[in-house]
């Protein structure tokens, strides 16, 4: 699986969002280790705190299949720099253990690893030690 795929699957999940509040479409495909790929786009509501992330769109729907284990994830969105996932989906991103991270635009991708993104996820918590 080439970056190349999975952020072309994460552009064609973004046609799905439904963003009619912020205008703002985000997609994302979660690649699993069984060569599987997840979609998902941002779902908003009426009731603004409700909205669920394109990243964690993929992630319950891998959830919902029965797959846990995950190489990557890609996220898309048209924007001036590549779109920077937010705190509750790194969160969620770490739950599970998604390794590495692309973010990309429509000009340029970057990659970064989940302790990249969310330093000392687990630490302490129940104990954990990383
Ligand atoms: N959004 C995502 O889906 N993923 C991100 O990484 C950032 C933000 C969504 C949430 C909301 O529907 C819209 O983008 C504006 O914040």
């Given at each position: ?5 999975l ?23 979660l ?15 009426l ?8 990243e964690?769109?993929?992630i ?21 720099v ?8 790194r969160?969620?991103m ?9 973010l ?19 630490a302490?918590i ?5």
């Amino acid at each position: 699986m080439e970056f190349d795929e999975l952020v072309a699957v994460a552009w064609e999940a973004r046609e799905m969002a439904y963003a009619p509040y912020s205008k703002f479409a985000v997609g994302a495909a979660l690649l699993s280790a069984d060569g599987r790929i997840f979609r998902g786009c941002n779902v908003e509501n009426l009731s603004y705190g409700l909205t669920q992330c394109a990243e964690r769109t993929a992630i319950c729907a891998a959830v919902a299949a029965g797959v846990r284990d995950f190489v990557m994830l890609a996220v898309v969105a048209d924007t001036a720099v590549p779109i920077s996932p937010c705190g509750a989906c790194r969160q969620v991103m770490a739950e599970f253990g998604v390794p590495r991270v692309i973010l990309a635009n429509r000009a340029s991708r970057l990659e970064f690893s989940l302790e990249e993104l969310l330093p000392r996820s687990s630490a302490g918590i129940l104990d954990r030690d990383e």
